[in-house]
C-alpha cells in the first residue's frame, strides 16, 4: 500500500521560511509528478507547485519567486521551500504524487503564518 507522509509544517511569523518535506512508502517505481497542494478554510485545494520526474516544474502565480519545489532523483521524495510567507499562505499542505492513472494524496501538515 502506497502512503505519502509530510512533515514541516508549523507557526512561523510573516516573511519567515519553512520547509515541507514529503516521502512515500510502499511503491518500487517512480511517480511521474509529484506536487504539493494546499487548502484554506472556506476554500477549495489548488496546486501550490509540481515537479515531473524529468525535473520540470510549475509554480502557481501566487508562490512564484517565493517558493521552490525539488526531488530526490529515481525517489519517491519531494520538499517545497517557502521563504517569505505570508499570512495568505495559511493552509493545510497536501502532498500529491502520480504514475500513469494512479495517484495519492498525503494526510496533510498544517503552514500557519501569524505574528
Known amino acids: 500500500q502506497v502512503q505519502l507522509v509530510e512533515s514541516g509544517g508549523g507557526l512561523v511569523q510573516p516573511g519567515g521560511s519553512l520547509r515541507l518535506s514529503c516521502a512515500a512508502s510502499g511503491s518500487i517505481f517512480a511517480f511521474g509528478v509529484m506536487a504539493w497542494y494546499r487548502q484554506a478554510p472556506g476554500k477549495e485545494r489548488e496546486l501550490v507547485a509540481s515537479?515531473?520526474?524529468?525535473?520540470?516544474?510549475y509554480y502557481a502565480d501566487s508562490v512564484k519567486g517565493r517558493f521552490t519545489i525539488s526531488r530526490e532523483s529515481g525517489k519517491n521524495t519531494v520538499y517545497l521551500q517557502m521563504n517569505s510567507l505570508k499570512p495568505e499562505d495559511t493552509a493545510v499542505y497536501y502532498c500529491?504524487?502520480?504514475?500513469?492513472?494512479?495517484?495519492?494524496w498525503g494526510q496533510g501538515t498544517q503552514v500557519t503564518v501569524s505574528s
Open positions: 500529491y504524487g502520480r504514475r500513469l492513472s494512479d495517484y495519492y
Open positions: 515537479i515531473t520526474n524529468a525535473f520540470t516544474t
